[in-house]
């Protein structure tokens, strides 16, 4: 298993964040992406976030976690259905998951939470 996640928020948890309103709260949840989604999802993604600076950790029960990439600028992220692998493309590190069986996202009100 692999996670990316940017600089610029939390890692992947469901969570409330306080709205600059001070009687308003936005709701945040984590929600699985369709398969049939991730190419056009993927896309999107890469280019709300290029540049933005991100770390890639493989998640292994043999080998437990290991940091491939510490916040380097995101290139692009994208899906191949036809060779079934996604992407990761960062400054230096192309890394590839093969078969990848689910992708969530964390989002807010606003959108994704980067």
């Not at 306080?18 to 699985?32: C, F, G, H, T, V």
Request: glycine share 10%; hydrophobic share 40%; proline share 4%.
């Amino acid at each position: 298993m692999a996670r990316c996640g940017t600089r610029s928020a939390g890692r992947g948890r469901s969570e409330e964040v306080e709205n600059p309103q001070p009687d308003r709260r936005l709701s945040m949840a984590i929600r699985k992406v369709d398969k049939k989604e991730w190419r056009a999802f993927l896309d999107g993604v890469s280019k709300a976030l290029q540049g933005a600076r991100a770390e890639i950790e493989v998640l292994s029960l043999a080998l437990g976690d290991q940091l491939e990439a510490e916040w380097l600028p995101l290139l692009g992220m994208t899906y191949e259905p036809r060779e079934d692998v996604v992407e990761v493309a960062l400054e230096g590190v192309d890394h590839m998951i093969w078969k990848p069986r689910e992708i969530y996202v964390d989002e807010g009100v606003g959108g994704i939470i980067a």
